[in-house]
């Protein structure tokens, strides 16, 4: 009996209002439409214990030094990772809205000098690495200009500013090879289209033939 192929890792990152949570609906009912198994799954989960504390941080409610909030949304991704070790092994494809880009571009936007981009990625080191992270990417005044914009701490225009220059510099490195740009300027079946595309080149590639891999920043 031949073995059940495995799944794929998709992420789905950018700054707030860029449309991450849409897209990923969409890419997840496109996928079932062509018979895939998927997991949709956000982060911060914030319906566990961790995910609590970090919902309240959000909210303005409780306050974190830079260091342990930044812990505890690496910690919220690593309580998940057996789950998402074992979907994928049976051949699931799981759907991340943000994971570890998020965790050190928005920690390293901060500004404090010993919360560095270099320093932030270390705990993400280990974590089930995805085979395509689609960056949505739009400026902070078009993504401002949408809806629901301003609730939550970080929700900011100089700290998208800088988190959109983060996720550049991460996007420029050869370790991260997986990320790809789209510009989710463009209308919502327009992004869709662009991710459909994507996610084609992906399932007909030789990446899913070999073993999922671990993130290594080195
Ligand atoms: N954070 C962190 O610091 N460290 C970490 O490790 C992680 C996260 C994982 C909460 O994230 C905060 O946590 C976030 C980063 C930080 N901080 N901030 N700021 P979240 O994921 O819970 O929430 P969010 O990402 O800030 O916002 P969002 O509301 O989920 O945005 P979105 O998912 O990208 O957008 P959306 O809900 O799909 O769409 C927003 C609106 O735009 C909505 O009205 C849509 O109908 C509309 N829309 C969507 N696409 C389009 C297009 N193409 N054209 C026009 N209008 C559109
Ligand atoms: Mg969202």
Redesign the pocket.
Known sequence: MSPVPRGALIVVE??????????CEKLCRWLEQEGRRVKHM???NRSTPIGKSIDSY?RGETQQEDHVIHLL??A??WEAAPQIIEHIRSGTTVVI????Y??AV??AAKKNPNLTLEWAIQPEIGLPKPDLCIF?DISSTDAAA???FGG????TSE??KRVRNLFQELLQKPQNKEMVAVN?????EE?HETMRRLGNKLFEGEGLSKPLKSFDYH
């Not at 809205?97 to 570890?100: A, G, H, N, P, S």
């Open positions: 950018g700054l707030d209002r860029a449309g991450k949570s849409t897209q956000r982060f911060p959000l949304f690496s919220n991704r809205d943000r994971y570890y998020s965790g928005y920690s949505l949408r809806s629901g939550e701490r970080y929700e700290m998208q989710a300027g463009d209308s919502m992004v």
